[in-house]
């Protein structure tokens, strides 16, 4: 049997035409809208939904191209920006009664609540990010041989055909990679939650590289028309990273003080995947954030 988060209820809600999401729910009160990253599911979650579903409502999808979520073609390249995916995101708040709501995201989750709080501002009430910088600043910090560790963002960046071919050559292997070098603590995603991350990219491959290759294109035009306008993120928000900054050369204060006016930057102890390897940190920092 698939894992499940303990305690949720599991349905399709159609968010755009032709696109419906695998989401969990769970709990009552105000609603937090929970959205997963790379490599990963809903699953990621499992932890921290339980705890926030004691008080407040909690919605778990699996982002449209990921995980038992559907896989639309990506013909014009938009399929899979974030502004397409923070749509799916407010269409699905919405489908559960609740026009603002907080979000939380990781990693690809995290690009996507950014882009639904820039684009949907009075939806979102607070917002949260963990371990990534909005896409504009990520590729402007990459740079020397510090960007090696961004290798797949220029992999799955290239024109449809090579990335997906070689990816699905040895999907297991790649996706495997992240999880393991990205884990300070191997136990804290478990066997049956590993294989369950390792199916579900393994049967994403296109729609994952399309995800990515819009990061590359289309979101950074957006981004870009943010900048010029100099719109940001209205509510409050707080930010959750690896406390690393410095070996990599920049102030992620900073840049994120540059979109976040109203911001709390919190460095975490800890590796990418914070959620399952410090789930009690998150809880916390979400908490505080939701009392803001």
């Given at each position: 049997?698939?894992?499940?988060?303990?305690?949720?209820?599991?349905?399709?809600?159609?968010?755009?035409?032709?696109?419906?999401?695998?989401?969990a729910?769970?709990g009552?009160?105000?609603?937090?809208?929970?959205?997963h990253?790379?490599?990963?599911?809903?699953?990621?979650?499992?932890?921290?939904?339980?705890?926030l579903?004691?008080?407040?409502?909690?919605?778990?999808?699996?982002?449209?191209?990921?995980?038992?979520?559907?896989?639309?073609?990506?013909?014009?390249?938009?399929?899979?920006?974030?502004?397409?995916?923070?749509?799916?995101?407010v269409?699905?708040?919405?489908?559960?009664?609740?026009?603002?709501?907080?979000?939380?995201?990781?990693?690809?989750?995290?690009?996507?609540?950014?882009?639904?709080?820039?684009?949907?501002?009075?939806?979102?009430?607070?917002?949260?990010?963990?371990?990534?910088?909005?896409?504009?600043?990520?590729?402007?910090?990459?740079?020397?041989?510090?960007?090696?560790?961004?290798?797949?963002?220029?992999?799955m960046?290239?024109?449809?055909?090579?990335?997906?071919?070689?990816?699905?050559?040895?999907?297991?292997?790649?996706?495997?990679?992240?999880?393991?070098?990205?884990?300070?603590?191997?136990?804290?995603?478990?066997?049956?939650?590993?294989a369950?991350?390792?199916?579900?990219?393994?049967?994403?491959?296109?729609?994952?590289?399309?995800?990515?290759?819009?990061?590359?294109?289309?979101?950074?035009?957006?981004?870009?028309?943010?900048?010029?306008?100099?719109?940001?993120?209205?509510?409050?928000?707080?930010?959750?990273?690896?406390?690393?900054?410095?070996?990599?050369?920049?102030?992620?204060?900073?840049?994120?003080?540059?979109?976040?006016?109203?911001?709390?930057?919190?460095?975490?102890?800890?590796?990418?995947?914070?959620?399952?390897?410090?789930?009690?940190?998150?809880?916390?920092?979400?908490?505080?954030?939701?009392?803001?």
């Open positions: 049997m698939e894992p499940r988060i303990d305690g949720f209820d599991y349905q399709r809600v159609t968010v755009a035409d032709g696109v419906s999401l695998n989401v729910a769970g009552s009160g105000s609603p937090v809208v929970l959205l990253g790379f490599p990963q599911t809903h699953l990621m979650w499992r932890h921290v939904a339980a705890d579903a004691a008080d407040h409502t909690v919605i778990c999808p699996d982002l449209r191209g990921y995980g038992d979520s559907d896989k639309p073609a990506d013909p014009d390249g938009n399929a899979y920006s974030k502004r397409t995916m923070a749509a799916d995101v269409a699905l708040a919405r489908s559960f009664g609740h026009e603002r709501f907080a979000v939380a995201g990781h990693d690809r989750g995290a690009l996507v609540a950014i882009r639904a709080g820039l684009d949907h501002p009075g939806a979102i009430t607070h917002l949260a990010s963990l371990d990534v910088l909005p896409t504009l600043d990520m590729w402007d910090v990459m740079h020397g041989t510090s960007a090696a560790v961004g290798f797949h963002l220029y992999l960046a290239q024109p449809y055909g090579l990335p997906e071919r070689m990816i699905s050559a040895s999907a297991d292997a790649f996706f495997g990679h992240f999880l393991d070098i990205w884990t300070r603590n191997p136990d804290a995603i478990p066997a049956d939650i590993r369950a991350y390792l199916k579900a990219s393994r049967g994403a491959v296109d729609s994952i590289v399309a995800d990515y290759r819009a990061s590359a294109g289309v979101d950074v035009e957006h981004d870009q028309a943010d900048r010029r306008a100099g719109n940001g993120l209205s509510m409050p928000v707080t930010v959750m990273q690896q406390d690393w900054g410095a070996v990599l050369g920049f102030d992620a204060t900073a840049l994120w003080g540059a979109w976040a006016p109203h911001l709390e930057h919190i460095p975490v102890s800890s590796g990418h995947f914070m959620a399952e390897e410090a789930p009690a940190d998150v809880v916390k920092a979400l908490r505080d954030l939701l009392a803001r």
